[in-house]
């Protein structure tokens, strides 16, 4: 056992030495976070279409002919009209969450900042044809396009306007200096969009931006949602955890674009009735990878108040509503698992393959994998609502089951060792309450 400490104590020295700072680096980055913030705020967006799609599926459960039945069949549209209108003009919400994000940290103005990303955003994905426009591609398949050119104007701006590249006329109001300000930086922009896009037009035969990138770049987007891609995000969110950071924040920035994308897709198969393209939707690392909590941490709260051990009971009992609602922390930090040899090997490297597990079970079919995106909502709820398969239900608990399963010997251990604590200080106590220390 003292051997397996070492080895342990080793890792953990590694851990902190080397990888604690390249994290925080990573997190801190200002075009990360601002990716991060932008697409987090996106989340918004895509429950209100999600709670319009989840109608419409509640719709369609009813028998033909029925009373329900025909209305949802008559109302159909006007039920979809807020699926259509978040879903469908995805990669303008984008531009302008993240180019609001961004804006903030270099601290120039955010509206003329929103302006630019937008115009950027809506001249590289529409594409004219006929001499009409074409908006398809602001749903989903612009959202990629959305996030670049909104870094990339939001940076444009700030260096011509901290440069004083601009219209400086003396004496005007705030306000209407500040849009004077903005004319350079946004006529750069918007020119330098229709440069972009005109050439890709030109040597792709035809296609826009989007079509181009997605084209392109298909292999490497569609290279998260395979099972290799799933333990990898997995494994690293799990050590960020071990060693006291916060692995979802810190990957999400990378991530969460490939994920709503994804669901974007899913969402729009779904409304069609055609088969659900992905399985590492937001809600797939949600509500199954991380089910009741990032490293299933729901069977450590099962575990724990099962234990034997008054500060362990304590800390399930405290963990318990948390983790109904995906939340980690308590157990992470209180447990702990954070720096605890004992839970290492099932945390970093079982989670993982449950993941693998969860995902493969999606692949064949055996579950409808994610439609909807219903952030903050209790399991099992969230489970079905997500996916709207009951199958989802039983998915989690069967992911449940076996998490159990898998901590329960590395439990038992820290479970002993924690009792031999509380032993001592027992036994101290005793010593302590047997002197006869009156004066």
């Known amino acids: 056992m003292n051997k397996k400490n070492g080895i342990m104590d080793k890792l953990v020295t590694f851990l902190e ?24 705020a996106l989340m918004a967006v895509l429950m209100v279409g999600s709670f319009s799609l989840i109608i419409m599926a509640i719709g369609g459960m009813f028998p033909a002919g029925s009373a329900i039945k025909l209305f949802f069949e008559k109302y159909n549209t006007i039920i979809g009209m807020p699926f259509t209108f978040t879903f469908g003009f995805l990669s303008v919400y984008c531009a302008i969450s993240i180019s609001y994000n961004h804006a903030r940290q270099l601290k120039i103005p955010f509206l003329h900042a929103i302006i630019g990303g937008v115009l950027t955003t809506l001249v590289l994905n529409i594409k004219i044809v006929d001499g009409q426009p074409n908006i398809e591609f602001l749903d989903s ?15 444009t701006m700030a260096f011509f306007m901290k440069r004083k590249i601009t219209i400086r006329i003396k004496g005007l109001p705030d306000g209407i200096a ?7 930086p946004l006529v750069t922009v918007l020119f330098g969009a229709v440069i972009i896009d005109t050439m890709v037009m030109h040597f792709t035969g ?22 290799y891609a799933v333990f990898l995000i997995s494994f690293l969110e799990m050590i960020f955890w071990f060693i006291g950071l916060n692995g979802y924040a810190i990957l999400i920035g990378f991530v969460l674009p490939f994920m709503t994308q994804y669901l974007g897709e899913n969402a729009a198969a779904y ?5 659900i393209p992905h399985v590492f939707a937001p809600n797939f690392w949600d509500y199954f990878l991380g089910f009741s909590g990032s490293g299933v941490t729901g069977a450590l709260v099962i575990l724990a108040l099962c234990s034997k051990s008054k500060e362990l009971k304590a800390i399930g009992k405290a963990s318990f509503i948390p983790a109904i609602f995906t939340i980690s922390e308590p157990v992470v930090f209180g447990l702990p698992i954070v720096y605890n040899p004992y839970l290492f090997i099932p945390f970093v490297f079982g ?7 969860s995902y493969y079970v999606f692949r064949l079919g055996i579950v409808r994998p994610p439609i909807a995106n ?14 709207m398969d009951w199958r989802a239900v039983v998915l989690g608990f069967v ?24 032993s001592e200080v027992s036994d101290r106590q005793k010593s302590l309450d047997s002197l006869d220390l009156d004066f």
Not at 141 to 155: C, D, M, N, P, Q
Not at 351 to 357: E, Q
Not at 380 to 386: N, V
């Open 141 to 155: 398949r612009g959202l990629f396009i959305a996030i670049f050119a909104s870094l990339i104007t939001v940076e």
């Open 399 to 422: 992911i449940l089951g076996l998490a159990v399963c898998m901590y329960y010997p590395f439990f038992k251990m820290y479970e002993k060792k924690v009792l031999e604590e509380e």
């Open 178 to 184: 500040q849009t004077f300000e903005a004319i350079i």
């Open 351 to 357: 989670t993982p393959i449950l993941g693998v597990f």
């Open 17 to 40: 030495k080397y990888l604690e700072p390249i994290a925080a680096k990573i997190e801190n980055q200002r075009h990360i976070s601002s990716i991060k913030n932008g697409m987090i």
């Open 271 to 275: 409304a069609a009735g055609l088969p």
């Open 374 to 387: 219903v952030g903050g909502t209790p399991i099992p709820l969230a489970q079905y609502l997500s996916t």
């Open 206 to 227: 035809g296609s826009n931006l989007p079509e181009a990138f997605t084209k392109f770049l298909a292999p490497s987007i569609n290279s998260i949602d395979t099972p």
